[in-house]
Every structure is written in structure tokens, then in C-alpha cells.
């Protein structure tokens, strides 16, 4: 079965600091990875795609992917406290095209 | 539209009626996925189409879910008979041809009693 793995948390960080989420996932022909937020109560919210490895910058988020190690993490810094909410990693079935596989989301806190 | 339009917002229903939840994707996106989410963030994949055709459906239980695409209307999820674990938010999203990057709607609040 193929697999999106996330610390579940609550990861508490204080405001201003740097939150670190990690996903791993399990199938070497996944190609494209993403990260959602989802607040209580909303729909996910697409903030992050990365499809090579290396890293990715927009804004205060920062998106890096190895494939080797078959991880992906998400930084933001200058950590404010709208920030808090669910991160979800999900990645694409490598042997189908349109399907995505969710981890069951890391829930970040950020403490004023 | 430039968002994914979901109705209703909430639907109750006795165990063993049926239930319908309606989508309507970006203008000009060609693909639609339809999610179930549980308790503790569990995203189960259903369905997915590309245009009025069925792309994936390794996710649907095929005795009591069907879904349909159809041209010009809202794409939509039906649910015969439901059963109490059926009680989940259903997400549709759609995603523009050769991108994987899906947008998601709302959500459905399906509540069986």
C-alpha cells in the first residue's frame, strides 16, 4: 500500500520562529509533491507544489524534496499565528496520473 | 467559476436514504476528484474524471457510490442506501490537463443518523 507518513503533532512553535513539517512517502515513482493547509472546519489549500529536488522558495514558505531519500519537508519562517493549522503532504500515485495520496497531516501551533 | 463550487453545504440523512452531493469545477480544469475525509484527517480518494469520462474509480465502493461527470452540468456523487460511516466531509477538486496541482471546494458535511 502505498504510504504518505507525517508526524501528527501538535508541533508548537514560538511567533517569529521557524516551523519544520516532514513527510516521507512510499512510492519511488511519485513525481509531483504538495502541501496543503487546512484550518478546522475548511477545505485544503493548496500553498505549496514541488516536482524536482532541491528546494523552493515563495514568501515565507520554502518547499525541499529529495527523491533519493524519498522526503519532502516544508519550512516557514517569520512564524505568525494565522499560520496554525493542519499541514497536509500529499504526493501523486506514480502509477496513476491524477491521484493523490494524503498524509493525515502534521497540526502546527504557534504560540504568541 | 474561479473557485470549486460545492452543494449543499450540509446534508442530513437516515441511514438507508440516499444522498447527493453536487460539484462544479474551475472553468477550462478538465479533471475532477472526488474525496472523502473521516475523523483525524483520513483523505480517501473516490473517483477522479477527466471530462465526462470516469479516469480512476479504485477508490469507490461500487455497491452503493456512483459518480457522473455529465457535459454542461455539475459533476455529481450519489450515495443509495447510506450507512452511518458514510458520515464524512466529501471534497471535490479539479486540476487543469498535465498538472497534478488540485484545487479543492468547500466540502459537503454528510451527516447519517
Known amino acids: 500500500q502505498k504510504e504518505v507518513e507525517q508526524n501528527s503533532g501538535p508541533l508548537s512553535v514560538p511567533e517569529g520562529a521557524i516551523a519544520s513539517l516532514n513527510c516521507t512517502y512510499s512510492?519511488?515513482?511519485?513525481?509531483?509533491f504538495f502541501w496543503y493547509r487546512q484550518y478546522s472546519g475548511k477545505s485544503p489549500e493548496l500553498i505549496m507544489s514541488i516536482y524536482s529536488n532541491g528546494d523552493k522558495e515563495d514568501g515565507r514558505f520554502t518547499a525541499q524534496l529529495n527523491k533519493a531519500s524519498q522526503y519532502v519537508s516544508l519550512l516557514i519562517r517569520d512564524s505568525q499565528p494565522s499560520d496554525s493549522a493542519t499541514y497536509l503532504c500529499?504526493?501523486?500515485?506514480?502509477?496513476?496520473?491524477?491521484?493523490?495520496?494524503f498524509g493525515s497531516g502534521t497540526r502546527l501551533s504557534i504560540r504568541p | 467559476g474561479e473557485e470549486v463550487a460545492q452543494t449543499p453545504k450540509h446534508l442530513v440523512r437516515g441511514e438507508g436514504q440516499k444522498a447527493k452531493l453536487y460539484c462544479a469545477p474551475i472553468k477550462g480544469h478538465s479533471y475532477v476528484f472526488w474525496y472523502q475525509q473521516v475523523l483525524k484527517n483520513e483523505f480517501k480518494f473516490l473517483i477522479s474524471?477527466?471530462?465526462?469520462?470516469?479516469?480512476?474509480e479504485t477508490g469507490m465502493p461500487k455497491e452503493r457510490f456512483s459518480a457522473k461527470c455529465l457535459p454542461n452540468s455539475p459533476c455529481s456523487l450519489e450515495i443509495q442506501a447510506t450507512k452511518l460511516e458514510d458520515s464524512a466531509v466529501y471534497f471535490c477538486a479539479s486540476s487543469l490537463p498535465g498538472l497534478n496541482e488540485q484545487f479543492f471546494g468547500p466540502g459537503t458535511r454528510l451527516t447519517v443518523l
Open positions: 512510492d519511488r515513482g511519485s513525481q509531483s
Open positions: 500529499a504526493v501523486n500515485d506514480g502509477s496513476s496520473a491524477s491521484k493523490i495520496i
Open positions: 474524471f477527466q471530462n465526462e469520462n470516469v479516469f480512476d
